[in-house]
């Protein structure tokens, strides 16, 4: 049985090939970044009187955990040699992202709103490119498209309409953390993993 039902090259996951100790460890990277979405959209969509300066910096935190995990699961898994690399780049790039809102949150909030955007198109196109025949795959394509209209919407956003994207980006992080969340704990199941 084949852990990969979607991907080309070596853009593809194969769960069946993975250890229960990697799954763990991609479950749990799945897990951190679902709850820390869910609970920063709760904190911008609850918080109406945050500065743009709070909603930024929660935004930059969220990027640099993201980031942080993507790293981390392109080190020391043992996925495919270009999923390995694009997870490193993209973890990268959302690192950066995280720290350069993080630093100057109101440096120009049309770049963070950009970031914010491709951050979320590329999480998608990830998600889609990540998908196992497991119990998770449905998930991770609600997850990936979810993500890629969330980023599309906030690119073509007016910056003017601020409080717009400060909505919609609380709502989508809700939305795409409680799909992690549940797509972390259906990850790898009735697979057959390697000890």
């Not at 990277?29 to 743009?52: D, E, H, I, N, R």
């Not at 309409?161 to 199941?189: C, D, H, K, Q, Y």
């Amino acid at each position: 049985m084949s852990g990969s039902t979607f991907g080309f090259g070596g853009l593809s996951l194969e769960v069946s090939e993975l250890t229960r100790k990697v799954v763990r460890g991609i479950r749990t990277g799945m897990v951190v970044t679902g709850v820390l979405s869910v609970v920063l959209g709760a904190l911008v969509l609850f918080w109406p009187g945050a500065t743009l300066d709070v909603i930024a910096v929660l935004f930059g935190l969220y990027f640099v955990v993201a980031g942080a995990v993507r790293v981390v699961t392109g080190l020391v898994t043992p996925l495919l040699g270009g999923l390995r690399v694009l997870n490193i780049l993209i973890g990268l790039l959302l690192l950066i992202a995280g720290v350069a809102a993080i630093r100057n949150p109101l440096a120009s909030l049309s770049v963070l709103a950009l970031f914010i955007g491709i951050a979320w198109i590329v999480e998608g196109i990830m998600s889609l490119t990540e998908v196992e025949s497991g119990g998770s795959r449905w998930y991770a394509i609600i997850y990936g498209i979810v993500s890629i209209i969330a980023g599309v919407v906030v690119l073509f956003l007016p910056v003017s309409s601020l409080a717009a994207l400060v909505i919609f980006g609380g709502v989508a992080l809700v939305v795409l953390g409680i799909v992690e969340v549940v797509r972390a704990f259906s990850f790898g199941r009735g697979m057959p993993l390697n000890y």
